[in-house]
C-alpha cells in the first residue's frame, strides 16, 4: 500500500522568504505523486505531479517538487512566497484500487 | 471550458432529513470521484465511477450513503437520515480515466453541508 505523510501542519513565512512544504511517501514501488493546492473556499487545483520522468517537477505559480528516492520525499519548494501562496496544500498518492490518498495537508501563511 | 460544478454551494439541514448533492463533471470524463472533507481534515475518499463500471463504493461511511452517475454525466450523492457528524465539505473530482495514476483530478468548489 501507499501512503503519503506531511510532516508539518502548520507553516508561516515572511513574503518573500522561500517555502518549503514537507511530504513523505511510503511506496515499495515508483509512485505517481501530486501536490495540490486549497485556496480558502475555492475547489483543489493541481499544482504538479511527479510520474517518473523527472525527478524534478516544476509545477504552477513557481512551485517546484523534487522526488528523492533515497528519502522517500517529495517536498514542495518555492523560492520566494507571495501573498498569493496563503493556502491549504495537500500531498496525494494514487493507492490500491482506485483511491487517491491525500495527506492531512500544511495551511501556508505568509506574513506580509 | 467550464470545469467541474457541484450544487448546492451550501446545504443547511436538519438532523434526520435527507439530502442529495449533485456534480456535473467535465464533459468527456470518464472517471468521477466524491471525497468528504472534515473541517482542518484532509479528504476522505467515499466512491469511484468510471465509466459504466461499477462504481468502487469501498470509501461509503454507512448504508446512509449512496451515490449514482447518469452514464458519463451527472452524479448526485446522497445522505440519508443525516446526522450531525455528517457536516462537511462534499467534494467532487473527475479526471480523463482513472486507470492511469498520471491523469490529473479537477475539483469542483464543492458543497458545504451543515446538519443542525
Known amino acids: 500500500a501507499q501512503s503519503v505523510t506531511q510532516l508539518d501542519s502548520h507553516v508561516s513565512v515572511s513574503e518573500g522568504t522561500p517555502v518549503l512544504l514537507r511530504c513523505n511517501y511510503s511506496?515499495?514501488?515508483?509512485?505517481?505523486l501530486f501536490w495540490y493546492v486549497q485556496h480558502p473556499n475555492k475547489g483543489l487545483q493541481l499544482l504538479l505531479k511527479?510520474?517518473?520522468?523527472?525527478?524534478l517537477v516544476k509545477g504552477i505559480n513557481g512551485f517546484e517538487a523534487e522526488f528523492k528516492k533515497s528519502e522517500t520525499s517529495f517536498h514542495l519548494t518555492k523560492p520566494s512566497a507571495h501573498m498569493s501562496d496563503a493556502a491549504e496544500y495537500f500531498c496525494?498518492?494514487?493507492?490500491?484500487?482506485?483511491?487517491?490518498?491525500f495527506g492531512t495537508g500544511t495551511s501556508l501563511t505568509v506574513i506580509p | 471550458g467550464a470545469g467541474v460544478s457541484q450544487s448546492p454551494s451550501n446545504k443547511v439541514t436538519e438532523k434526520g432529513k435527507d439530502v442529495e448533492l449533485r456534480c456535473d463533471p467535465i464533459?468527456?470524463?470518464?472517471?468521477l470521484y466524491w471525497y468528504r472533507q472534515r473541517l482542518g481534515q484532509g479528504l476522505e475518499f467515499l466512491i469511484y465511477f468510471q465509466g459504466n463500471s461499477a462504481p468502487d463504493k469501498s470509501g461509503l461511511p454507512s448504508d446512509r450513503f449512496s451515490a449514482e452517475r447518469t452514464g458519463e454525466s451527472v452524479s448526485t450523492l446522497t445522505i440519508q437520515r443525516t446526522q450531525q457528524e455528517d457536516s462537511a465539505v462534499y467534494l467532487c473530482a473527475s479526471s480523463l480515466s482513472g486507470t492511469g495514476y498520471s491523469y490529473e483530478q479537477y475539483f469542483g468548489p464543492g458543497t458545504r453541508l451543515t446538519v443542525t
Open positions: 511527479y510520474t517518473s520522468a523527472a525527478t
Open positions: 511506496s515499495s514501488y515508483s509512485p505517481s
Open positions: 496525494v498518492s494514487p493507492g490500491t484500487g482506485n483511491q487517491f490518498y
Open positions: 464533459s468527456g470524463h470518464t472517471a
